[in-house]
């Protein structure tokens, strides 16, 4: 098992991807009424913001993409959720990091599977298990 | 508990609709908790009403999966100039939309 040679790799990334607040800060006892506001801003809300550089391309849309936003609508249609609690369980609730870091319908699918848990449709250790046993079996072909 | 499936019967129709088109109005800076769809940018900013949309739930209740009364939304126009200070042509405008609780009157 290559699992303990990826636990460092995994520990630098983890400490990589925190987000950069430029503020010293961990568990701070007192926190501004400004600093306070900005930290309950909500991610999803960035008309205006500075923009980071970056390359933007035309991409079309890949099958699991594709496969994620019919997944999602056909849980509104059964109405396991409605489109703004998706966005703001996928735009909002994964917080700053994954906002930032996952593509579009990465946060769509994470969003689905948490609210599936939330509203106790699957347990969570069923999947866990369901996708080890899907990973077992893509690790094999 | 509320339902999580939206029906009908659960709303009520949002009283006579405050603003009418041409009405100037305020955007609310309410504090922002767990969720808004209120852009931080028109927030503060004097616009015009521009169109009177629907009537729906509001995006932090529906957000929540929470049904309830309905409250009349509107298309509010605001100069560019006044979003954003820099912005360098006079009559462009932006327009977004509000339900009616995001906004109060302006006296002109």
Redesign the interface.
């Known amino acids: 098992m290559a699992v303990r040679d990826e636990l460092r790799q995994q520990l630098e990334l983890i400490g990589a991807i925190q987000p950069a607040l430029h503020l010293p800060q961990n568990w701070n006892y007192e926190v501004d009424s400004a600093l306070f506001?900005a930290y309950?801003?909500?991610p999803h809300?960035v008309?205006?913001q500075f923009d980071a550089p970056g390359v933007y391309e035309e991409k079309e849309e890949e099958q699991w993409e594709l496969n994620t936003y019919v997944t999602c609508e056909v849980l509104g249609w059964r109405?396991?959720?409605?489109s703004?609690?998706r966005?703001?369980r996928a735009d909002?609730?994964l917080g700053y990091t994954l906002y930032l870091g996952i593509p579009y319908y990465g946060r769509w699918i994470l969003a689905a599977a948490r609210m599936l848990v939330d509203?106790n449709h699957v347990s969570l250790t069923e999947l866990i298990e369901k996708i080890a046993e899907v990973k077992a079996r893509y690790a094999k072909q | 508990m509320p339902s999580?499936?939206?029906s009908a019967k659960n709303r009520t129709r949002a009283v006579e609709a405050r603003f009418k088109v041409g009405d100037r109005v305020r955007v609310k800076d309410l504090?922002?908790?767990?969720?808004?769809r209120t852009?931080?940018?028109v927030r503060g900013a004097v616009g015009t009403i521009a169109a009177l949309t629907y009537q729906d739930v509001l995006?932090e209740d529906?957000?929540?999966?929470r049904d309830g009364r309905l409250e009349q939304y509107y298309i509010v126009r605001f100069r560019q100039k006044d979003?954003?200070p820099e912005y360098p042509f006079e009559n462009d405008s932006l327009q977004t939309e509000s339900p009616e609780r995001w906004l109060e009157p302006v006296d002109s």
């Open positions: 506001k309950l801003h909500p809300d008309g205006g109405g396991i959720w409605n703004e609690e966005r703001r909002n609730d509203k | 999580n499936k939206p504090p922002n908790l767990f969720y808004s852009q931080m940018y995006p529906e957000a929540f999966n979003l954003w």
